[in-house]
């Protein structure tokens, strides 16, 4: 057995790699860019071969990895906070189309310059899209949620999102 101490955003770039993601489309925003740097890194090294997409905005994150996910790629994005919510349109495409994509969705509070902390108001504000939701409680949940998401999304031809808060979850993977 193998242990490895881990940022829980660290934990969901390890799982895509896992998962053996073909498409990864990517735009910053905090929390989550240090998901998207990882599996950004991995690919510039080769250690992971997939096409890593830098897209304008959260919305085209989401559009790229719609077109993928129909072109029968295994497609990941990751968003948070207000990413999250600029991709609501593309959401309800996402579930019409019935496409197992999987997306990473770090918590933040959607109401800055007030707070910037943790809070689940961004991905319970997209519970009625059709998206699975899955809240992990720990990196090693994170880790392992990200591999089973992929089983899932493939297997009922739904998306689904991997929810964690941010700033919290630094346990052991």
């Known amino acids: 057995d193998m242990k490895k101490v881990m ?5 969901i770039s390890f799982g895509a790699k896992a998962s053996n993601v073909e498409v990864i489309s990517a735009y910053p925003i905090t929390p989550q860019t240090q998901i ?3 599996l950004s890194e991995m690919c510039a090294t080769g250690e992971l071969d997939s096409k ?4 304008e905005s959260e919305h085209s994150a989401m559009a790229a990895v719609i ?3 129909a072109a029968g790629a295994r497609s990941f994005t990751a968003t948070s906070s207000h990413g999250l919510l600029l991709m609501h349109e593309m959401l309800h495409w996402a579930v019409g189309a019935r496409l197992p994509i999987v997306m990473a969705n770090v918590n933040r509070a959607v109401g800055p310059p007030w707070n910037i902390w943790t809070d689940q108001n961004d991905s319970l504000s997209q519970r009625d899209t059709g998206w699975l939701q899955i809240y992990c409680e720990s990196n090693q949940e994170v880790f392992d949620t990200s591999l089973q998401a992929y089983k899932i999304a493939e297997a009922i031809d739904l998306p689904v999102m991997l929810v964690l808060d941010a700033f919290f979850l630094s346990h052991t993977c």
Do not use: D, P, T, Y
Request: charged share 20%.
């Open 52 to 55: 890593f997409i830098k897209v």
């Open 67 to 69: 077109g993928s996910a």
């Open 7 to 11: 940022e829980g955003n660290h934990a």
């Open 36 to 38: 998207v740097e990882l």
